[in-house]
T-cell receptor, first 115, second 116 residues
Framework: DADVTQTPRNRITKTGKRIMLECSQT?????MYWYRQDPGLGLQLIYY???????NKGEISDGYSVSRQAQAKFSLSLESAIPNQTALYFC??????????????FGPGTRLTVL | AQKVTQAQTEISVVEKEDVTLDCVYE???????LFWYKQPPSGELVFLIR??????QNEISGRYSWNFQKSTSSFNFTITASQVVDSAVYFC?????????????FGTGTRLTIIP
């Protein structure tokens, strides 16, 4: 089984709808991240969480919110989706305590289309 | 602020040729980490290498090699004897090492196409 899973893998929604993307991990890592990838722009950080009680904004947090329900779960919400939020979304995890400190492990991605 | 520049947007080479992907970075941190990721057409991100700023030794892994030069703030990636399966988008990334500064900053990627 994959260590970092994302659901759904693909989603088509309409402008104005609320949508939630979910991320779960079995790696036991304390840190989790949400990134967005647009063609030609690389990955941009939306939000990150260093533990269950810690939530931080990234470079492009406007229009998004997150919830860290447990150490293993980090969800990303679009309260009112708009077409320019059409992108590939990645969740990632990292371990602040291990020898692989600083290395991030990515989920398979969620392709979101907002019509 | 951290910045990663991958000036080559797209590269095409014929199979079996060698190809080098360039990565230039900017950071004020004295200790930092550099990464390369591969994104094949299927979309997932595949980790290739992590390099600590204190370790300037070049690394070779099969057909892949990395040249880290602190003096020019570059971390270039070379594929020797390229194969069609190497076709992908490659991302260079940078993170600090201080607590709270470990976020990854990505370059915009280089799309590599290997022509059979």
């Amino acid at each position: 089984d994959a260590d970092v899973t994302q659901t759904p893998r693909n989603r088509i929604t309409k402008t104005g709808k609320r949508i939630m993307l979910e991320c779960s991990q079995t790696k036991g890592h304390d840190r989790m991240y949400w990134y967005r990838q647009d063609p030609g722009l690389g990955l941009q950080l939306i939000y990150y969480s260093f533990d269950v009680k810690d939530i931080n904004k990234g470079e492009i947090s406007d229009g998004y919110s997150v919830s860290r329900q447990a150490q293993a779960k980090f969800s990303l919400s679009l309260e009112s989706a708009i077409p320019n939020q059409t992108a590939l979304y990645f969740c990632a995890t990292s371990d602040s305590t291990g020898t692989l400190y600083n290395e991030q492990f990515f989920g398979p991605g969620t392709r979101l289309t907002v019509l | 602020a951290q910045k990663v520049t991958q000036a080559q947007t797209e590269i095409s080479v014929v199979e079996k040729e060698d190809v080098t992907l360039d990565c230039v970075y900017e950071t004020r941190d004295t200790t930092y980490y550099l990464f390369w990721y591969k994104q094949p057409p299927s979309g997932e991100l595949v980790f290739l290498i992590r390099r600590n700023s204190f370790d300037e030794q070049n690394e070779i892994s099969g057909r892949y090699s990395w040249n880290f030069q602190k003096s020019t703030s570059s971390f270039n990636f070379t594929i020797t004897a390229s194969q069609v399966v190497d076709s992908a988008v490659y991302f260079c990334a940078l993170s600090g090492s201080n607590f709270g500064n470990e976020k990854l900053t990505f370059g915009t990627g280089t799309r590599l196409t290997i022509i059979p």
